[in-house]
């Protein structure tokens, strides 16, 4: 059975499904909704009207940002990991 996530985004709320297996849909949905509040909050100080478009871009672009940022430092860490696994075996094997 699907999952319905409800949320609200400029007064209006919008549903989907989340596929069974997605543990974390409503996190994803409050991560968009805390994103989307801050970046309404940073722009209304100069725009009261802002577009809701661009809203919407601006907290997907940051998001994506984070997302990149996080997949990096995964990938530098895993490399790390592995350079220091090969040197550990290495050292084990010339003990041996």
Do not use: C, H
């Amino acid at each position: 059975m699907d999952n319905i996530i409800t949320i609200e985004l400029f007064g209006q709320q919008y549903s989907f499904k989340a596929e069974d297996g997605v543990p974390d849909a409503n996190e994803v949905a409050d991560l968009l909704i805390q994103e989307v509040a801050n970046v309404e909050k940073q722009l209304s100080k100069n725009n009261p009207k802002i577009n809701k478009v661009t809203i919407l871009t601006l907290a997907a672009l940051n998001i994506s940002s984070e997302f990149i940022d996080l997949k990096r430092n995964y990938s530098e860490l895993m490399e790390k990991i592995s350079e220091r696994s090969a040197s550990l075996v290495n050292m084990i094997d010339v003990n041996l």
